[in-house]
């Protein structure tokens, strides 16, 4: 679709970072690339190409984290690696991102029908929010040269490992996940949410021992730092390694000089003609601050970003594209409440209070604590922009699929600490003589016009905006 719309129309004259390249033959395959992906090589996509080939050779780059970049690097010099004979590394570059993304997206969509199954209990739901997925209002950054791919599917991952009790594959996942987005230090919320229930629980537990046997009150506080607090720093120490490793390379790099940068004659001109400040100018302000933190620097004087600073008379036609998302988040919100509302006031640390209070409660708002109301905050704390929102909370996609899906309105909770209850019946979900081609989604969308007035909304909400997406992105027009 990117193709047709790139021919389509002629590219827009966006006065955005586009460095050049030094001039060369192209080959059949370079050709072939620059015609089939050039669509994609659109606004943040340039920045992650250009880190991916260069490094960080510009401050205004540093905005952008290292995880996507490197793993794209790694698979052109490893698996495309012999491509590299007959097409420029430019080139190889694109197909690698390309590659990566499609691999990821695949992933992403399984984890989050498996994450979905998990938290909801209901597999028709679940179903139906990965299928969303596959037609999200954000489809084109799920494809360009951008992280929200990579971010989206080690996030999901990292919650599926807390919904199943592995703290330390999370705690990978969520690390991995904050030198991928900046957005990244969020799911170190979800870790910490969880373990200060586990450390709770345990110290309840703890204090209950003590109180019968005057031996373990000697040795609770003993017990509670070998089998708790330390395990649980080492997990936080994990889950922001690679952050502090990262901004520690940056400072390295453009504070103290102990790492230096090879760069090119034609990337130093281009810097000087644009006022870039590279790793050889004198350090900015940042550097001597307390926490040498770039990233905050870098959105509030390179970007102009900043505490209401966005909201602009000039920005109005961005806040109109992000109504639709915010109608969504402001609906989840307003429903989970109205059904979950001792869990909201207590933030879901009483558990069995939250089931006993919840027992005749829509499956899609059985959301236990270590994923319940940080989603809700999680989507409601960020700027509010389609693209970040679908690509770290799936808890819209569910909420999109509950709203979408015939008789779940009222289903009956299930109840982890009923003993006697049994998790709901499987649901089949494919329709009976269905297609190949066809599955639950596709049949709603055909048969769009028979469709309640909520669904029709949703549908041609998600259809339209990945239409629009491609359709402006693809030719440097306002889509970010």
């Not at 192209?26 to 994609?40: E, P, R, Y």
């Amino acid at each position: 679709m990117q193709v047709f719309f790139n021919k389509l129309l002629p590219d827009h004259n966006a006065d955005v970072f586009k460095p050049f390249h030094e001039e060369s033959e192209m080959s059949t395959l370079d050709n072939l690339v620059a015609f089939i992906l050039g669509g994609l090589k659109r606004w943040d996509g340039v920045y992650f190409l250009h880190i991916t080939e260069y490094g960080y050779t510009y401050e205004n780059t540093l905005a952008f984290y290292p995880l996507y970049p490197l793993i794209v690097r790694l698979i052109a010099n490893t698996v495309l690696f012999p491509l590299q004979f007959i097409a420029h590394y430019q080139s190889v570059l694109c197909l690698a991102s390309a590659s990566v993304n499609f691999v990821v997206f695949v992933k992403s969509a399984c984890v989050l029908f498996e994450l979905g199954q998990e938290v909801l209990k209901n597999d028709r739901v679940a179903y139906k929010g990965a299928l969303l997925f596959s037609i999200t209002p954000s489809s084109i950054f799920m494809s360009a040269p951008y992280s929200e791919c990579l971010y989206f599917y080690l996030t999901l991952r990292g919650l599926l490992s807390l919904e199943r009790g592995n703290l330390l594959h999370a705690s990978l996942m969520f690390g991995m996940s904050f030198v991928s987005r900046s957005n990244g230090s969020l799911n170190i919320c979800f870790l910490l949410y969880v373990l200060s229930k586990r450390t709770l629980r345990e110290l309840k537990r703890l204090w209950i021992d003590a109180r019968i046997n005057f031996l373990v009150r000697l040795t609770t506080p003993w017990l509670f730092i070998t089998s708790t607090f330390i395990p649980y720093v080492l997990l936080f120490a994990i889950s922001t390694m690679p952050f502090v490793l990262y901004h520690w390379y940056v400072y390295k790099l453009y504070c103290t000089k102990d790492i230096t940068l090879e760069m090119p004659g034609h990337l130093k001109q281009y810097g000087e003609d644009n006022n870039l400040k590279s790793p050889d100018h004198e350090p900015s302000s940042w550097c001597n601050n307390w926490i040498p933190y770039s990233y905050g620097y870098i959105q509030s004087h390179i970007w102009g970003q900043g505490f209401l600073k966005y909201w602009q008379l000039k920005q109005v036609p961005n806040f109109l594209l992000a109504v639709p998302v915010t109608m969504v988040t402001l609906s989840l919100a307003c429903t989970f409440f109205k059904h979950n509302r001792y869990t909201c006031l207590t933030l879901g640390y009483d558990e069995v209070g939250s089931a006993k209070k919840s027992e005749d409660v829509d499956s899609l708002f059985r959301l236990e604590g270590s994923a319940l109301v940080p989603y809700v905050l999680h989507a409601l704390s960020l700027t509010v922009l389609t693209r970040l929102l679908f690509s770290s909370c799936p808890v819209l996609y569910w909420h999109c699929a509950h709203l979408i899906t015939p008789h779940t309105t009222r289903q009956k909770q299930y109840n982890e600490y009923d003993v006697s209850a049994k998790r709901l019946e499987s649901v089949e979900v494919t329709c009976p003589h269905a297609k190949p081609w066809t599955n639950l989604l596709t049949n709603q969308i055909w048969n769009i016009q028979q469709e309640p007035i909520v669904t029709k909304l949703i549908l041609v909400y998600f259809i339209g905006y990945f239409v629009i997406g491609v359709l402006l992105f693809s030719n440097f027009l306002p889509w970010t």
